[in-house]
Structure formats: structure tokens, C-alpha cells
């Protein structure tokens, strides 16, 4: 009899009390707890289990239909601790049960050698489907599609192609459209699951069939593919090869899944990381990684040092100034690390066109005068205070107006012209965009200041 599934928060009492039925070995209470949870849920708590002995204890518990499903969403560390403990039949059924493109995912973490020996232990109709599927590259349709799809021929009934969809169904796969081919297997049409729902069972798929409105090519870009999804609000579209045989389906899921790797890679790439080093790379390729950036950032930064050691003589006279270099350096940076991320983001989701440069610019530049202005008079106003005297007040508030500006436009600019070299602009975006900011907003500042104070 099944139940409904539990939706929870994973808390520290949920876990205190898992840990004490582990230790009681209270197989029977622990099972019903699993049975309930969602199979993401699961891959959570074993992900917070920091034990191995204790998480292919509660693996071993899972009931065997979850167990596929929880082991793809367990994290890659996870998955390392727990496949010596697997049958090499466990993790062949493991395989077998998931969906195509899930499948593909989970050999893609796996050690090469456990790879080549479960792929060699498989049936090889499946040894064939996913050997091709992990030929093609990870960020394209080939990389992302599923072959688990459901087809007809145009002269099928309505009754038969409904018989197919039950059966997949029961087989546990989410269907959205039925695609129909020829006999050579191109496509040439796509049906709803709607339209066979509301017409006669005798009815010829031919009659129903609309034209397929989008097809994907194995090798199309996923953020191409993400947009549109996104713009025409589908649910699925085929994927056919050069001679326009369909060879597989996008879903939107695979879709959701993109569109946060390609959210977190963005970010991390701008602080200067990658999303997945911590557990693919050793600490020494990590480190070898990262060197070149914080190097270059590095370099930046000296160049900083010069110039406040060029203005000696005008912090000596003003001390004040020292504290507000900082001040000027940290939001003008931050304002510039903003203007990068909204146009990388608007670049990736087709907001932001090349071609239409100027746009994004005179849209971030309205911004950033207005915030430059805000800040400005603020900052402008304490430091008149803080000084007693008016001029520096106005050194402080036209320095900050200038450094966010400039600092904003070369936040927008720098990920345009690294797009259009063909550099990733996540890359390029952080680590400097701060750097060239501490340098700027210092050189105007003091620059302004030594002006200020020396001719007027």
C-alpha cells in the first residue's frame, strides 16, 4: 500500500533522532521514516551524516526503488564513501533504473575504472545508448538530453500510442509530448499528451500531429537551449542528429538544473573559484588554479601602493584622508561587482545583446549616477563635518561620485568585451573589477585632494 510522501525540514532534532535510532539499530522505525521521505531528502541527511559506517547503514535501509534516485542526489563526496560498500549489482541496478540522461550524470562522477567495468555489466542496448550519450560534451543538448522518450509512427491510433505512454508511465518516466517519426526514424511531428487524451482511440496520429515548433541540435549550446524554454514556456522539446533522426528529448527539468549550475558557476568564477573544486581537485591543483588570479590581483594592488606612496606629501598634511581611502575604494568596488553581475546574468539569459552594446551602458550608467550622487552627497556631508571645512567635504563627495561611476561602467563594459573576445566574462569580472577599483578610487581621490588643496 503506498503512502503519501513527507515533505520536512532537515533539522538537528530530526538528525539527533535518526543518530539515536542508528544506534539502537531500530531498523523497523528507520524504515518507515525512509519509506516517507522524499528521495532528496534522503541524499540531504545522508549528506550531513559525516560517517560512513552510518550512511550505508541508512542506505541499506532505503526501500530499492528510492535507492537510484537517492544515490544520484547524494553529493559526489557521498557517493565515494558509500560505493565500496556496493554490490557491483547494486549499482548495475542503480543504472538501469534511472532515466537516461540521470544515468549518464552519475557515471560522469564515478572513477573511470568502476565506469568502464559497470558500463561492460550492463545489457547493451543500455551499454550502447550511454556510451553515446557521454560522447558528447557536458554543457550542449547531447550533454543534457534524455534518450527515454515516447514515439510513434504517423499512421499509429490514438489507442496505441496511449498503450506506449501507460507503460512508461508504470515504468516511472515523466512524459510530456509524444514524438512521431518515419520509418527512418526522422521526426516529423509531435503530439500532446492532451490531444491524445480528448480524441478517438481509432483516430490516425497523422490527423492530430502539429509540426514540431523547436528542434535541438545534439551539439546547441544550454544556455541557448534554457532560453528557450524560458521565452516559449515549454515543457519538452526533441533533440534530433544531422540527418534529423530524433535521438532523444530535453525536459524542463534538465532545463532547472542548468540554469543553477550555470547561476553557480557565474558566481563562483567572480570570486575567483569553481563550483566543484573542493571535490574534484586536489589542494595542490586547487591552489595552481587560482595562482594566476590572485597573482594578477596581486599586481593590481602594488600598483595601488605606488600611488599612495606618490601622495606622501598630501597625507601627511591631511590624515583624515587615510580614513576615507578605504571607504571610497570598498563601495565603488562593490557598486562595480554589482554592474558585472547584472549584465553576466543579463548576457546568459538573452536580456543583453552584443550587438545592442549601448543599452545595458546607458541603462547601468542611469543607475549608477543616480547611486553615485546619493553616496556622494552623503559621504560628502560627514566629511565636511569630520574635517571642519567644506573643501574636503567636497573632495570626499566628488570622489566617491566619480569612482562609482567609473567604477560601474567598467563593470558593465568589461564582461561585453570579454563575451565578445570569447572569454567567459565570469572569469573576468571579479578578480579585477576590484583590483582596478582600489587603484582608481585611490588615484581620484587623492589626485582630487592634492588639487583641492593646493590651489584652491
Not at 127 to 142: F, H, S, V
Not at 155 to 162: E, I
Not at 191 to 204: A, D, G, T
Request: negative net charge.
Amino acid at each position: 500500500m503506498e503512502r503519501d510522501t513527507v515533505y520536512i525540514n532537515i533539522d538537528q532534532e530530526l538528525l539527533d533522532e535518526i543518530y539515536y535510532l542508528i544506534e539502537n539499530d531500530n531498523q523497523e522505525i528507520l524504515k518507515n521514516i525512509l519509506f516517507d521521505l522524499e528521495a532528496a531528502d534522503i541524499a540531504l541527511i545522508l549528506t550531513y551524516i559525516e560517517d560512513v559506517h552510518k550512511q550505508n547503514y541508512i542506505y541499506s535501509l532505503v526501500p530499492e526503488q528510492k535507492r537510484p534516485e537517492v544515490f544520484l542526489k547524494t553529493s559526489i563526496d557521498v557517493k565515494k564513501k558509500l560505493i565500496p560498500y556496493l554490490k557491483q549489482e547494486e549499482l548495475i541496478y542503480i543504472l538501469e533504473e534511472l532515466e537516461t540522461d540521470d544515468a549518464v550524470d552519475l557515471l560522469l562522477e564515478l572513477p573511470k575504472d568502476i565506469q568502464k567495468v559497470l558500463l561492460q555489466s550492463i545489457t547493451e542496448e543500455r551499454r550502447n545508448i550511454l556510451t553515446k550519450l557521454l560522447g558528447y560534451e557536458e554543457d550542449t543538448a547531447g550533454g543534457i538530453m534524455s534518450a527515454d522518450l515516447l514515439s510513434v509512427k504517423e499512421n499509429d491510433t490514438v489507442k496505441r500510442a496511449l498503450s506506449k505512454l501507460k507503460k512508461m508511465i508504470r515504468e516511472g518516466y515523466d512524459i510530456h509530448n509524444t514524438f512521431v517519426v518515419d520509418d527512418e526514424g526522422r521526426l516529423i511531428g509531435v503530439v500532446s499528451i492532451y490531444e491524445l487524451l480528448v480524441h478517438s482511440e481509432n483516430k490516425r496520429i497523422k490527423k492530430i500531429m502539429r509540426k514540431p515548433e523547436f528542434i535541438i541540435t545534439p551539439d546547441m549550446d544550454q544556455e541557448e537551449i534554457a532560453q528557450i524554454f524560458k521565452k516559449y514556456d515549454v515543457y519538452s522539446l526533441p533533440v534530433v542528429d544531422v540527418q534529423g533522426k530524433l535521438i532523444g528529448r530535453i525536459t524542463v527539468d534538465d532545463i532547472v538544473e542548468v540554469m543553477e549550475e550555470e547561476h553557480n558557476e557565474d558566481i563562483a568564477k567572480m570570486v575567483g573559484t569553481d563550483a566543484e573544486e573542493m571535490y574534484n581537485r586536489s589542494p595542490v591543483k586547487i591552489a595552481l588554479m587560482r595562482a594566476p588570479w590572485v597573482l594578477m590581483t596581486l599586481a593590481v594592488e602594488f600598483i595601488g601602493g605606488i600611488v599612495i606612496h606618490h601622495y606622501d606629501d598630501v597625507l601627511q598634511k591631511i590624515i583624515l584622508l587615510a580614513s576615507f581611502m578605504p571607504i571610497i575604494s570598498a563601495i565603488s568596488g562593490n557598486t562595480g561587482l554589482q554592474s558585472a553581475a547584472v549584465i553576466i546574468r543579463a548576457l546568459a539569459t538573452g536580456h543583453a545583446k552584443l550587438e545592442e552594446w549601448w543599452k545595458p551602458i546607458i541603462r547601468q550608467l542611469t543607475v549608477t549616477l543616480i547611486l553615485g550622487s546619493l553616496l556622494g552627497i552623503v559621504i560628502g556631508f560627514i566629511g565636511g563635518i569630520w574635517h571642519q571645512t567644506v573643501k574636503f567635504g567636497v573632495v570626499v563627495g566628488i570622489s566617491m561620485f566619480i569612482a562609482v561611476n567609473l567604477s560601474g561602467f567598467v563593470g558593465t563594459v568589461t564582461p561585453m568585451i570579454s563575451k565578445r573576445f570569447g572569454i567567459d566574462p565570469a572569469i573576468t569580472a571579479g578578480p579585477f573589477e576590484t583590483a582596478f577599483q582600489d587603484v582608481v578610487g585611490i588615484t581620484i581621490f587623492l589626485t582630487l585632494a592634492k588639487i583641492f588643496f593646493e590651489y584652491f
